[in-house]
C-alpha cells in the first residue's frame, strides 16, 4: 500500500461511542483502535445501517466519544464534501455559501470560488442560486465547498451520488491525482476499487473497526464470506 510508511494523520484510541442512555443505548463503537496515514486514500465500508457517518461525524468534532481518545496531528485541517447541500443554505447565492466556508472575510474570494469550481469543471455564476444547479452540479459544488477550505484530510460522503458516468470519471482522476489524505463512504464498488489503498470496515457485531490494507474488491469478498460465517 503506498503511504504505508507515512506518518499517521489521525488515530482512534480505544473509542468507545453509543446513541441513547441505559436500555435504549445503541453502541456503535466499543474500545475501537484504528489509524490513517498522511496521503493515502480511504474507504470506511459497512453493513447498511452501520453508522459509517457517525465516524465522519467524531473526526470532525461533531460528536464526542465516551470514551477513548480521537488523535489529530497538530496543525491537520478537515473539510467534508457533503452528500446534499443543507436546506437551510439552498437559497444562497455561490458566492454567499461559499463565504460560509471561512470565518473571516477573504478579499480574495471571488478569485479562489473560480479557481475551485475549475478544479471541479464546473462554470457557474457566483450570483446563481444554489437551488438551480442540477443534483450533478451540486455534487460538484459541495466537493468543491470543500477543496476551497484546502484540507489535510477530506471526508468524501457519497461523493457518486448525482454524478452522472463522466462526472465519476473526472472525480476519479481528481483524487487519482489529489495529493493530500482522503476518507471515503460510497457504495459504489467499482469507483472505490479504481483508487482506495486501504479499507476501514465497521463490524457492526463486533462494534470494531477492522482495518484492511487490501485491494476493494478483495476485502468486499472477505467481509461478505466473515458474514455468511457467523
Do not use: C
Not at 441505559?22 to 470506511?44: G, P, Q
Amino acid at each position: 500500500m503506498s503511504g504505508a510508511n507515512n506518518n499517521v494523520i489521525l488515530r482512534f484510541d480505544n473509542v468507545s461511542f453509543h446513541y441513547g442512555e441505559d436500555n435504549k443505548k445503541k453502541v456503535i463503537l466499543d474500545e475501537a483502535d484504528f489509524s490513517i496515514r498522511e496521503n493515502t486514500k480511504i474507504t470506511i465500508m459497512g453493513q447498511n445501517g452501520a453508522w459509517k457517518s457517525t465516524i465522519f461525524k467524531m473526526i470532525l468534532g461533531e460528536l464526542t466519544p465516551q470514551s477513548g481518545k480521537i488523535n489529530i496531528s497538530a496543525g491537520v485541517k478537515i473539510a467534508i464534501s457533503r452528500q446534499v447541500i443543507p436546506r437551510d443554505q439552498i437559497e444562497m447565492t455561490v458566492r454567499e455559501w461559499f463565504e460560509t466556508a471561512f470565518d473571516e472575510k477573504d478579499y480574495q474570494l471571488d478569485k479562489k470560488i473560480s479557481d475551485v469550481l475549475r478544479e471541479v469543471n464546473l462554470n457557474a455564476s457566483l450570483d446563481k442560486q444554489l437551488k438551480n444547479f442540477s443534483g450533478g452540479q451540486q455534487a460538484r459544488l459541495l466537493l468543491a465547498y470543500a477543496l476551497i477550505q484546502k484540507p489535510d484530510i477530506l471526508l468524501l460522503d457519497e461523493p457518486t451520488n448525482n454524478l452522472d458516468k463522466n462526472g465519476i470519471g473526472e472525480l476519479i482522476t481528481f483524487l487519482m491525482m489529489y495529493e493530500k489524505t482522503v476518507v471515503v463512504i460510497s457504495h459504489d464498488a467499482d469507483f472505490l476499487n479504481l483508487f482506495t489503498e486501504g479499507v476501514l470496515y465497521l463490524n457492526v457485531m463486533k462494534q470494531k473497526v477492522e482495518q484492511y490494507r487490501w485491494d476493494y474488491n478483495d476485502v468486499q469478498d472477505h467481509i461478505a464470506a466473515q458474514i455468511e460465517k457467523e
